[in-house]
């Protein structure tokens, strides 16, 4: 087995039955769970004037914007935070970094799993939205939501999104390892939420600042969404060469 193999694997051991774990249900859940009773408990003036697969459109796009607006930077800030954690807490980075293992392959480990993290709570996030909506047709058919989901729109904007989170995610996992405080890793995490909440619907910056790029994904103005996927897969690319880099040339990571 490969040292980066090796590495994975025991990340692997070190997350069953934590909170970083469980996370990658509970965050997609969540936010299906809430648009889900919003709709159906709302009270609404007739029928909508929208097609059956209008109606859908407008229901996964609201998923998909309060996923990337709000939970997925959120999302990403803690499951950093937590992963580095593992060895911050009870201070096993020493140990870790004694065994016989490049030390490049402990970095590249954690940022492996945050991103496969990311990966599947954002699937998981697009998997539910069929169910969800065949709720609210039984629960608010005045929604008109009606036919077959959206599945190739929803394959195309999820995988689009964890591509444009891709600088997101190697800025804080690089934050969440750098510094011991779980506080700070958290404070910039919280920080480029709001920041990004603001930034985000600057067409100018939206496009530029790493918590806004998923975002423009689901921008009316389509013409930024190649862009955010290419700037933020290279940018994560990047920054996880510069993590790695630093990492390796550290005391104790």
């Known amino acids: ?55 859908w459109m407008r229901f996964a796009s ?28 009870p201070q096993t980075w020493k140990h870790l970094l004694a065994l016989p293992l490049p030390r490049w392959s402990h970095y590249a480990a954690k940022l492996f799993v945050l991103a496969a993290m990311v990966v599947m709570a954002t699937a998981l996030l697009a998997l539910a939205t069929p169910l969800a909506g065949w709720v609210i047709m039984h629960t608010q058919p005045a929604f008109g939501i009606a036919g077959p989901a959206p599945w190739r729109w929803l394959a195309v904007h999820a995988s689009a ?12 996992a690089w934050v969440a390892i750098r510094w011991q405080s779980f506080t700070t890793s958290v404070f910039v995490g919280v920080a480029g939420t709001v920041a990004g909440f603001l930034i985000g619907q600057s067409a100018r910056f939206g496009p530029w600042f790493p918590w806004s790029m998923p975002v423009q994904v689901l921008a009316r ?29 550290s005391e104790t990571g």
Request: aromatic share 6%.
């Open 1 to 55: 087995m490969s040292a980066l193999g090796r590495a994975l694997a025991a990340e692997q051991v070190k997350l069953r039955h934590t909170l970083a774990a469980w996370m990658v249900v509970l965050a997609p859940m969540l936010v299906v769970l809430l648009s889900v009773l919003q709709i159906s408990l709302s009270r609404l003036h007739g029928p909508s004037s929208l097609s059956g697969q209008e109606a």
């Open 62 to 89: 609201g998923l998909f914007v309060l996923w990337v607006f709000l939970m997925l930077p959120l999302f990403v800030t803690l499951q950093a935070a937590l992963l580095a954690n593992m060895e911050h807490g």
């Open 161 to 172: 999104c964890v591509a444009a989170a891709g600088l997101m995610i190697a800025l804080q």
């Open 221 to 249: 103005q389509s013409n930024h969404l190649m862009q955010v996927v290419v700037v933020g897969s290279l940018g994560g690319l990047l920054m996880a060469g510069l993590g790695l880099w630093h990492f390796d040339r």
